[in-house]
T-cell receptor, first 114, second 114 residues
């Protein structure tokens, strides 16, 4: 079935460092891809999305490009801040299979040090 | 932020007791979802609803039931709680159910079963 694999971390960076969180997927058909962010004690918030191959989603300095040839959707940010410390989830939409709805990766915890 | 309220936010109970979690939305969205979040598993879908009195099972539905008697409320019930159901539970909503549509999440309920 469809699945999402992301680097589990934790990832620890210094402020202003470059961030990459890898995400690859397995899917039949043409899913949409999402990145969600979860700050401590809160629910998940949509960070960005891409709905077709070569689309680039972007928000708050974060970017991710839907790469069909490598089945990847890596999250990047050029200069992280302490306020970016959170858990990041990659997800794909799956509305055709028995699982239905969103399928999430296991999450990657990011800690940014001043 | 989407108007989603989960109650209670925290609950501790004993094995074998019934537990009901409530999700209330003010967005008049048709679709509502219950997920559980566990370390090493990301989020997994328990049940979802596509309208009043219309529900379906997700990936991990065993031991859970749901009800939706009004558009705004979606209840998750553990008929006889077990320690394996200790988790953080998230409600989500979406206006439509399509591959491009993100879901919006509540802040979660932390449930501990002793």
């Amino acid at each position: 079935g469809n699945s999402v694999t992301q680097m589990e971390g934790p990832v620890t960076l210094s402020e202003e460092a470059f961030l990459t969180i890898n995400c690859t997927y397995t899917a039949t058909g043409y899913p949409s891809l999402f990145w969600y962010v979860q700050y401590p004690g809160e629910g998940l918030q949509l960070l960005l999305k891409a709905t077709k191959a070569d689309d680039k989603g972007s928000n708050k300095g974060f970017e991710a490009t839907y790469r069909k040839e490598t089945t990847s959707f890596h999250l990047e940010k050029g200069s992280v801040q302490v306020s970016d410390s959170a858990v990041y989830f990659c997800a794909l939409s799956d509305y055709g299979g028995s699982q239905g709805n969103l399928i999430f990766g296991k999450g990657t915890k990011l800690s940014v040090k001043p | 932020d989407a108007g989603i309220t989960q109650s209670p936010r925290h609950k501790v109970t004993e094995t074998g007791t019934p537990v009901t979690l409530r999700c209330h939305q003010t967005e008049n969205h048709r679709y509502m979802y219950w997920y559980r979040q566990d370390p090493g598993h990301g989020l997994r879908l328990i049940h979802y609803s596509y309208g009043v009195k219309d529900t379906d099972k997700g990936e991990v539905s065993d031991g859970y039931s749901v009800s939706r008697s009004k558009t705004e409320d979606f209840l998750l019930t553990l008929e006889s709680a077990t320690s394996s159901q200790t988790s953080v539970y998230f409600c989500a909503i979406s206006e439509v159910r399509g591959r491009n549509q993100p879901q919006h999440f509540g802040d979660g309920t932390r449930l501990s079963i002793l």
